[in-house]
């Protein structure tokens, strides 16, 4: 559809459809987050050290005083890395539409004055070339079809 036609439907492109006739639906970030942590299951770089920060937890107001007396940040990115070089790097995960709010923003802009890496992601395979990029992913040999195993100590996420 070119802009002309969208224009003359109220300026909206239409939403693309599946075989059956739904429109498709962009993924929900916590999709996203949950498909990158278990693609950093399988692929993370033995010396790579990761952990998601649950900073937009629905809590209680008063609970987010408590939080924010034992040092909890606004904005900081969904996950931290200390990479196999011992630096530390910050991944936020978007959705396809979705924004940063302004704390992430002053967040973002506190690690670029700090010369810290900081990425917004938006999907799976954008965190990997990131991650890839950061030398965060295990050698180039790395098996694609790699499953998790118990025997590796792997955490399950479903």
């Not at 916590?30 to 900073?55: T, Y």
């Not at 196999?84 to 991944?91: H, T």
């Not at 050698?139 to 996420?157: F, Q």
């Amino acid at each position: 559809m070119d802009a002309k036609a969208a224009a003359e439907e109220g300026g909206r492109m239409k939403r693309p459809k599946d075989l059956f006739g739904h429109p498709i639906r962009a993924p929900r970030e916590d999709a996203i987050h949950a498909g990158i942590v278990e693609f950093l299951c399988m692929a993370a770089h033995p010396r790579l050290l990761w952990w998601h920060v649950p900073n937009g937890a629905m809590v209680k107001p008063a609970a987010r005083i408590y939080f924010s007396r034992l040092g909890v940040f606004p904005g900081v990115a969904d996950l931290c890395f200390v990479l196999p070089d011992k630096s530390p790097a910050f991944m936020e995960v978007k959705a396809e539409d979705g924004r940063q709010s302004d704390s992430q923003k002053a967040f973002q802009a506190r690690c670029a004055v700090l010369g810290l890496r900081y990425r917004v992601v938006r999907s799976i395979s954008e965190a990997e070339e990131v991650l890839r990029e950061w030398n965060a992913l295990r050698g180039p040999a790395m098996d694609k079809n790699c499953e998790p195993s118990a025997d590796r100590g792997l955490r399950s996420v479903a």
